[in-house]
């Protein structure tokens, strides 16, 4: 079905910001492991290899401190794709409920979240266990978010009010939900997938967020926000 949507969703890496968070906890590891992870970490998001899978593997060998989710946290936000943070809140000028649905870490993408002004009620993604210390311990096995599929169960239960939904990401867990949401857009500005190319019935490669906005919004949405000076820059970069 076509615009106006009432809800967007969002992915996180490589869509609202423009790093993988669990790359960012290479910093911590050695030379061998962090090559060892970066593999795994595309063999997840080209669906080469199934993501529960490294998953597990991934956090196992890597381990996180809790402290260590602050600096994924302040990366995703040092790391915004242009004009996120525009984009949301052009989205929520026009009364829309803006939603994040990751297969990262919660705490870091509760941080970008609280950033960029989205309720933390509508952001989903993977709860990291830890002991008193602050050592790693495991995650949450009961979070969908961590295995191929995960993303389908948690648009499909978005409040009655976040329908028509929208859904906008770059991976091929966000093109999951393409059958179950209103309308999927993959953006493929940060990392443009073939996969997600052909599967979507819209797609954009542009480097700035602002373009999914013509896919998502009707014409009297676009015009509304034509009026605002504030969102002037925004539609000419969605244009460009
Ligand atoms: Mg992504």
């Known amino acids: 079905m076509g615009p106006p949507f009432r809800a967007v969703y969002f992915d996180c890496d490589s869509t609202l910001s423009s790093i993988e968070g669990v790359d960012e906890l290479l910093a911590f590891a050695d030379p061998a492991l962090r090559a060892e992870i970066a593999e795994l970490t595309e063999q997840a998001m080209n669906g080469s290899r199934p993501l529960a899978e490294v998953y597990e593997t991934r956090l196992g060998r890597l381990a996180p401190r809790r402290e260590q989710l602050h600096t994924v946290g302040e990366a995703y936000v040092d790391h915004l794709v242009a004009d996120a943070a525009a984009t949301i809140r052009a989205l929520q000028f026009l009364g829309k409920e803006v939603g994040i649905v990751s297969g990262g870490l919660l705490a870091p993408v509760q941080h970008l979240a609280r950033h960029l002004g989205v309720d933390l009620a509508a952001v989903h993604a993977v709860p990291l266990l830890f002991d008193d210390d602050g050592n790693y311990r495991d995650f949450d096995h009961g979070s969908p978010l961590w295995r191929n599929g995960g993303k389908v169960p948690v648009v499909q239960s978005v409040p009655e009010h976040h329908r028509p939904l929208a859904f906008v990401g770059d991976g091929i867990t966000d093109l999951e939900t393409a059958p179950h949401v209103d309308r999927f857009v993959g953006?493929?500005?940060?990392?443009?997938?073939?996969?997600?190319?052909?599967?979507?019935?819209?797609?954009?490669?542009?480097?700035?967020?602002?373009?999914?906005?013509?896919?998502?919004?009707?014409?009297?949405?676009?015009?509304?926000?034509?009026?605002?000076?504030?969102?002037?820059?925004?539609?000419?970069a969605a244009k460009a």
């Open 187 to 236: 953006f493929g500005g940060v990392v443009a997938r073939d996969a997600v190319r052909a599967g979507a019935e819209f797609f954009t490669d542009r480097p700035t967020l602002a373009a999914v906005l013509p896919l998502l919004l009707s014409d009297a949405e676009l015009a509304r926000l034509a009026a605002e000076a504030e969102f002037a820059p925004l539609l000419s």
